[in-house]
């Protein structure tokens, strides 16, 4: 067995995320499973964070301009993939098959996924994946559940009220202690709006909406207080009515946001994320 990906088992056997997870009331290590760190995250569920995509129609071409459908009538969202990572290790091989198999049906069983987060309605619907090692009689398991209802937290947040990035009157660093990285797209001008026409079309004055991505760091007290922020932000970007965002340098532009938030636990004290907002003017 390759030595590094041994040392990487045995760290996560020893549980690097020691918060509790329960599969329809029942501990997952009443299972013998141990929550693992998710690929390339400092946490064992990952999708926690996120906001799912609005579905259905989200703006109307008017041929001089772009509507966007914001009000809270339009916005339905997507449900969103909750994955549980965990270790299974066995005293024999056959002890190992027989837990993995208790804990896969307890998993497809599964309608209510319980976290200190929250509690969410799940069902499991796609590939169970499991990596064996019989080696060292351990496997690592990665379960995901479908939230089909997304409800949106109640915005409790008092905003601030000033400052330099702000998203309506929420300061984004005092308010959510979110920090732009980088944008992508910021000063892009988009493209016509086409009309067929008989003869060719020659009016480049009406412009569609276009996309701009800002990459973002949200820091935290703990994975508690970000949980917290990320809920109440989420819940602000998905508010009815279109939303005014301000950045230091360049012109305050009126967004709002339909593509969702994929959001990466970094350390139990930061969460990165690209914030993908349609820019309506």
């Not at 141990?34 to 390339?40: K, M, Q, R």
Request: charged share 25%; proline share 2%; hydrophobic share 35%.
């Amino acid at each position: 067995m390759n030595s590094l990906r041994l040392e990487k088992i045995q760290k996560n056997i020893q549980g690097e995320d020691n918060m509790i997870y329960k599969i329809d009331d029942k501990s997952i290590n009443e299972y013998g499973a141990i929550p693992t760190n998710a690929s390339g995250e400092k946490i064992a569920l990952s999708g926690v964070f996120d906001l799912p995509k609005r579905i259905g129609t989200t703006e109307y071409d008017w041929g001089t301009s772009i509507e966007a459908f914001t009000d809270a009538d339009d916005i339905e969202l997507d449900g969103r993939t909750l994955t549980l990572n965990v270790t299974i290790k066995g005293t024999s091989l056959d002890d190992l098959h027989s837990k993995l198999s208790a804990f896969k049906a307890g998993c497809i069983a599964c309608t209510k996924l319980w976290t200190e987060f929250g509690e969410f309605n799940v069902i499991q619907k796609d590939d169970i994946t499991v990596e064996e090692y019989a080696f060292t009689k351990v496997a690592t398991i990665s379960v995901p559940f479908w939230q089909q209802d997304y409800v949106p937290v109640t915005i409790s947040l008092i905003a601030s009220g000033y400052g330099s990035y702000m998203l309506d009157s929420y300061n984004l660093i005092k308010d959510f202690g979110i920090y732009f990285n980088s944008y992508r797209d910021i000063n892009n001008t988009p493209k016509r709006i086409d009309i067929d026409t008989t003869l060719p079309y020659t009016n480049t004055l009406y412009r569609s909406t276009r996309d701009m991505t800002i990459q973002c760091m949200m820091f935290g007290k703990s994975l508690a207080d970000l949980s917290s922020k990320m809920s109440q932000f989420n819940a602000l970007c998905i508010k009815s009515g279109s939303r005014l965002l301000t950045i230091p340098g360049n012109s305050a532009r009126m967004v709002y946001f339909k593509d969702g938030i994929s959001a990466k636990v970094e350390s139990d004290k930061i969460i990165s994320f690209d914030l993908k907002c349609r820019v309506i003017s």
